[in-house]
Structures are given as structure tokens and as C-alpha cells.
């Protein structure tokens, strides 16, 4: 869907540096997710955000952090970037609703940290 | 603790036999239960979600409280439908957050 893009596609970085990877979407959703995925772990939820003032811990935020600039941006901010960072990372966007919405996700962004 | 079982890392099926993606899921309440499809080069989108109770491509998922599973089924494989599955349930009903498991690589032989 390409209403919701990422920004690299793709990055090869050093340990400790500073690495920040960028959402933004079209859709007019509040809520937005940072996942990472491993190969064999499936997707693990890092931080997400259900409006621009609201910012949560998901099961893995350690080591990241995130900011919700405006309803259409969230980044996802690496400080000190380590090799066990090393993964596929999804942005994703839903709707508010009732129950739980559909998520679309972003297209992906494969960080290497050596 | 892994709440999300999806056993199958990789199925091979052939071209006209059924398929089935098991899911087991260990939250308690009601969950609200999804499953995700990645095709080659596309992103992860959704292919079902149990309230709605509808086939999506010929697939369908049924919900067994019993057995807290949402087994995805298609009783003809076609090769388009080769693809990772990610069984996702809420663990929490209305709060909107996944919890994917480790997927399926789904593998159909012409």
C-alpha cells in the first residue's frame, strides 16, 4: 500500500552510531506501530502510538526510541546502534476504532549494523 | 512465553491439494483473531480476520475457543498462494496491538 511509505529502504551502519528511520503515511490514521522482524521470530511489536501525544512500549523498545512528529510521521530512532539490531523493521498504521483495525504496513526497512 | 504457536515454519503443498496453516494461541478472554499474508516483494497485508467470517481467496479460519486455535484453511492450493502467513490474535480485545507469530512459509508445488 503505498500510502504508507519508509525511509531507507535500506541501511548499512556501524556499531554505536546514532541511526533514525522514518514513517509517513497518507492514509489520516492516528495510530501508528514500529515492528522489527527476525528471520524465524515473526513480528515483534517495538513502540506504537495511538495519537501525537500518546507514545507506548511495545515487547521489545529497549536500545530504541521513537518520536510521533505529526499524525502522518513516526520515527523510530536507534541511539547507539548494536549487531543485534541487525533486522527487517515495519512501520504500520490502523484506524481508531471499536475493536481492532485492519494494520497496513509500510513496505520495510532492512538495517545492518556491523 | 510464546502465546502464538504457528508449529509449521515451511509447508509444501502441491498445486490442488489443501492446505492448512495451523494457530494456537494462549490469551485468555476474547481475543480478537487475524491472519496476515506476505507475498514476494509485497508487504504484509491482511487476508482474514475471524469477526468477519468470510473466505478471502479461498481461504477461511475458524475460531475454537476450546481449543483457543484459528486454523487457516484452502482446500485447493494455487501457486499465487505461496506466500509467509502470520497467525496474529489480540491479546487484549480493543486495544489494537498484534501479537504476530512466527509465521508459516507456505510453499506451493506446480
Known amino acids: 500500500d503505498a500510502d504508507v511509505t519508509q525511509t531507507p529502504r535500506n541501511r548499512i551502519t556501524k556499531t554505536g552510531k546514532r541511526i533514525m528511520l522514518e514513517c509517513s503515511q497518507t492514509?489520516?490514521?492516528?495510530?501508528m506501530y514500529w515492528y522489527r522482524q527476525d528471520p524465524g521470530l515473526g513480528l515483534q511489536l517495538i513502540y506504537y502510538s495511538f495519537d501525537v501525544k500518546d507514545i507506548n512500549k511495545g515487547e521489545i523498545s529497549d536500545g530504541y526510541s521513537v518520536s510521533r512528529q505529526a499524525q502522518a510521521k513516526f520515527s523510530l530512532s536507534l541511539e547507539s546502534a548494536i549487531p543485534n539490531q541487525t533486522a527487517l523493521y515495519f512501520c504500520a498504521t490502523s484506524d481508531e476504532s471499536g475493536g481492532t483495525d485492519t494494520q497496513y504496513f509500510g513496505p520495510g526497512t532492512r538495517l545492518t549494523v556491523l | 512465553a510464546q502465546r502464538v504457536t504457528q508449529p509449521e515454519k515451511l509447508l509444501s503443498v502441491f498445486k490442488g491439494a489443501p492446505v492448512e496453516l495451523k494457530c494456537n494461541y494462549s490469551?485468555?478472554?476474547?481475543?480478537?483473531l487475524f491472519w496476515y499474508v506476505q507475498y514476494s516483494r509485497q508487504r504484509l497485508q491482511l487476508l482474514l480476520r475471524h469477526i468477519s467470517r468470510e473466505s478471502i481467496k479461498g481461504f477461511t479460519a475458524d475460531l475454537n475457543k476450546g481449543e483457543t486455535s484459528f486454523h487457516l484453511k484452502k482446500p485447493f492450493a494455487q501457486e499465487e498462494d505461496s506466500a509467509m502467513y502470520y497467525c496474529?490474535?489480540?491479546?487484549?480485545?480493543?486495544?489494537?496491538?498484534?501479537?504476530f507469530g512466527k509465521g508459516n512459509q507456505v510453499v506451493v508445488i506446480p
Open positions: 492514509k489520516g490514521h492516528d495510530r
Open positions: 490469551y485468555s478472554g476474547s481475543p480478537e
Open positions: 496474529a490474535p489480540t491479546p487484549q480485545y480493543g486495544n489494537n496491538r498484534l501479537a
